[in-house]
T-cell receptor, first 116, second 116 residues
């Protein structure tokens, strides 16, 4: 079974509008972390936001917020007031357990295009 | 955030030659480094996990003799693609984590390898 599922291969949003990128995950480990990364066409992976499994509140970082619904095992990324520079590939990722040797498992990604 | 430098960003090599890719953590000690491979429009696939001073742990299906990983210091890991073939052409990206329970992973800029 897929550990991280992103069901939207591509999304379009009008500039200045908000957009939600979906992510569901599957784990039996009670300790895990959820991440969102942005990958522009240059290839670099840019960290956006992190949510720990024990965090009581949804994470927010500027225009990014993570809609964490633990019971549904979903961790959707909300981008408010979209900008043209937000056009990129977005990856949801999960790290299970604790410890520095735990790797990230990535979803298949969502290509976001912001329209002027 | 912390800085991870990956070099070179692009490399073209002839079939049969070897290519070395470096991944450096510039302002923190990386106890663990990860090497990923990414095909166009696809997700990141973990190749191996390396801890400083010990042998890398390779994911299933990754040839350890072909993809040599060395993590000789807390700030440097190298990936050497030996006897490269055109099918090794891909985007390779490293990430590094420090110690601690929930430290995020920082990514290098990636290396686009083309084998001709």
């Amino acid at each position: 079974a897929q550990k991280i599922t992103q069901t939207q291969p591509g999304m379009f949003v009008q500039e200045k509008e908000a957009v939600t990128l979906d992510c569901t995950y599957d784990t039996s480990d009670p300790s895990y972390g959820l991440f969102w990364y942005k990958q522009p066409s240059s290839g670099e992976m840019i960290f956006l936001i992190y949510q720990g499994s024990y965090d009581q509140q949804n994470a927010t970082e500027g225009r990014y917020s993570l809609n964490f619904q633990k019971a549904r095992k979903s961790a959707n990324l909300v981008i408010s007031a979209s900008q043209l520079g937000d056009s990129a590939m977005y990856f949801c990722a999960m790290r299970e357990g604790i410890g520095s040797a735990r790797q990230l498992t990535f979803g298949s990604g969502t290509q976001l295009t912001v329209l002027p | 955030g912390a800085v991870v430098s990956q070099h070179p960003s692009r490399v073209i090599c002839k079939s049969g030659t070897s290519v070395k890719i470096e991944c450096r953590s510039l302002d923190f000690q990386a106890t663990t480094m990860f090497w990923y491979r990414q095909f166009p429009k696809k997700s990141l696939m973990l190749m191996a996990t390396s801890n400083e001073g010990s042998k890398a742990t390779y994911e299933q299906g990754v040839e350890k003799d072909k993809f040599l990983i060395n993590h000789a210091s807390l700030t440097l890991s190298t990936l050497t693609v030996t006897s490269a073939h055109p099918e090794d052409s891909s985007f390779y990206i490293c990430s590094a984590r420090g110690g601690g329970v929930n430290t995020e992973a920082f990514f290098g800029q990636g290396t686009r390898l083309t084998v001709v």
